[in-house]
């Protein structure tokens, strides 16, 4: 179905409004952006349908982040027990680039969080704005390490998104797995069978059916070892990796950003551009899914081609939050 931007971002942000109704509106507003901007860049797993399931996990609730940022410092966290994951991010962005304003530098530890989006959205934001970017986000075991059969660590993605001069930020976003559970989402839902060699069943034993998935293979020893990094970061410095075993599982994730020039890149977005021409002159790939991205409601297409089913599951949303 052909469905305007506009009125997806109304009803998007309705729907997170009734969601998290003491959340700051600009979160919400930002969160609603981020979700189109999912689905214009054709990943709905990530847009509309993951919304859908992180209602699904909060139930009924009035929550909002509960911040503790205090004022005049650099560095805080946000528990987004209460919330939809990726207004709880986009409350941690705030937060980030005021305090990059303010100080140079900031760090945000989210907790307790559900599905975040597409990092890369989020650490693209604070770059639009001068800032390096880079947030890493753990999820509950469904990897398994390097060599091993059982899951251990999540699928931990990462993005860092940099300045660059006469062009849009640079943004690097990957998942440090062979596969995104996102992606074990979809194919169970689409009926289709994955590709071989990445994913475990619960004997330990391969499988290409995606609801025999007990784990997923990482990408490799390099990928094995950067989802612990990200484990470590995200998990265990900011209180995502939950220790009570009677506990809900969550997500934990992790922001650091800061003002280049203040910690000596006075030429930062030049090396930037300079980086990216070098790279592809020597054969590499850069990624450039972002590029076409914009930084406002204004910079989205007209419309979008979104499922049927999945804007009849927000126009039903809508349609149960409305006033009778």
């Known amino acids: 179905m052909r469905v305007?931007?506009?009125?997806?971002?109304?009803d998007?942000?309705?729907?997170?409004?009734?969601?998290?109704?003491a959340a700051d509106p600009t979160d919400v507003a930002r969160a609603a952006f981020?979700?189109?901007?999912?689905?214009?860049?054709?990943?709905?797993?990530?847009?509309?349908?993951?919304?859908?399931?992180?209602?699904?996990?909060?139930?009924?609730?009035?929550?909002?982040?509960?911040?503790?940022?205090p004022d005049g410092t650099a560095i805080g966290s946000i528990d987004a027990t209460a919330v939809p994951g990726v207004v709880a991010l986009a409350s941690a962005v705030r937060r980030a680039s005021d305090s990059v304003a303010a100080h140079g530098l900031a760090l945000?530890?989210?907790?307790?969080?559900?599905?975040?989006?597409?990092?890369?959205?989020?650490?693209?934001?604070?770059?639009?704005?001068?800032?390096?970017?880079?947030?890493?986000?753990?999820?509950?075991?469904?990897?398994?390490?390097w060599g091993a059969r059982v899951a251990a660590i999540g699928t931990n993605p990462l993005a860092i998104a940099v300045p660059r001069a006469e062009a849009p930020p640079l943004v690097v976003d990957y998942a440090t797995s062979s596969l995104t559970l996102a992606a074990v989402h979809e194919a169970r839902r689409s009926g289709v069978l994955l590709p071989e060699g990445i994913a475990l069943d619960a004997a330990g034993e391969a499988t290409v059916d995606p609801a025999a998935v007990a784990a997923v293979l990482p990408a490799g020893l390099v990928g094995s070892l950067t989802g612990l990094v990200v484990e470590l970061l995200a998990g265990v410095a900011v209180g995502g990796r939950v220790t009570d075993p009677g506990a809900r599982m969550s997500r934990g994730a992790v922001i650091v950003a800061f003002d280049p020039a203040r910690a000596g890149g006075t030429d930062a977005t030049a090396a930037a551009a300079t980086l990216d021409r070098d790279w592809r002159a020597a054969g590499g790939h850069l990624p450039a899914r972002f590029d076409v991205l914009g930084d406002g409601p204004a910079d989205l297409p007209d419309a979008l081609d979104i499922e049927d089913s999945t804007i009849a599951w927000l126009s039903d949303r809508v349609a149960g939050s409305s006033p009778a």
């Open 34 to 69: 981020w979700v189109v901007q999912a689905e214009q860049l054709g990943l709905g797993e990530f847009g509309i349908r993951m919304l859908a399931r992180e209602l699904e996990r909060l139930g009924e609730n009035d929550g909002a982040p509960a911040e503790d940022v």
């Open 4 to 10: 305007t931007t506009a009125h997806l971002l109304a």
């Open 108 to 145: 945000v530890g989210i907790r307790g969080a559900g599905a975040l989006g597409i990092l890369g959205l989020a650490a693209r934001s604070l770059a639009s704005r001068g800032a390096i970017a880079f947030i890493a986000a753990q999820s509950p075991a469904a990897v398994a390490p």
């Open 12 to 21: 998007l942000s309705q729907t997170l409004r009734t969601a998290a109704p």
